[in-house]
């Protein structure tokens, strides 16, 4: 079982910058692959990026080039660098696990409750 516990939300100015974090409990989480999906009232659920367990990583096209995600085994733990942040990178960040780093919501096996992303203009 892997538990997932994302922090780093919050409110920030157009054009500025947030560094979300996933930390996982478990033994496995080097071999697992991370991502962060992200949901907006009204939307339907997005990928925004996942990393492989060997480091490999893919961005959805509307974040490529602002946002960075990382991990470091040691800690447990992913992140997600946003920087140059719009208005329509507001909403609920959510972190996943799983053993392929997909784009597809479906194919995760965990998930962490979310933390709120707010970009005032």
């Known amino acids: 079982q892997v538990q997932l516990i994302e922090s780093g939300g919050g409110l920030v100015q157009v054009g500025g910058s947030l560094r979300l974090s996933c930390t996982a409990s478990?033994?496995?989480?080097?071999?697992?692959?991370m991502g962060w999906f992200r949901q907006a009232p009204g939307k339907e659920r997005e990928f925004v990026a996942a990393?492989?367990?060997?480091?490999?990583?893919s961005y959805a096209n509307s974040v490529k080039g602002r946002f960075t995600i990382s991990r470091d085994n040691a800690k447990k733990t992913v992140y997600l660098q946003m920087n140059s942040l719009k208005p329509e990178d507001t909403a609920d960040y959510s972190c996943?696990?799983?053993?392929?780093?997909?784009?597809?919501?479906?194919?995760?096996?965990?998930w962490g409750q979310g933390t709120q992303v707010t970009v005032s203009s």
């Open positions: 996943v696990a799983g053993i392929h780093g997909t784009t597809a919501w479906g194919s995760y096996d965990y």
């Open positions: 478990g033994r496995t989480f080097n071999w697992y692959a």
């Open positions: 990393i492989t367990w060997s480091g490999s990583t």
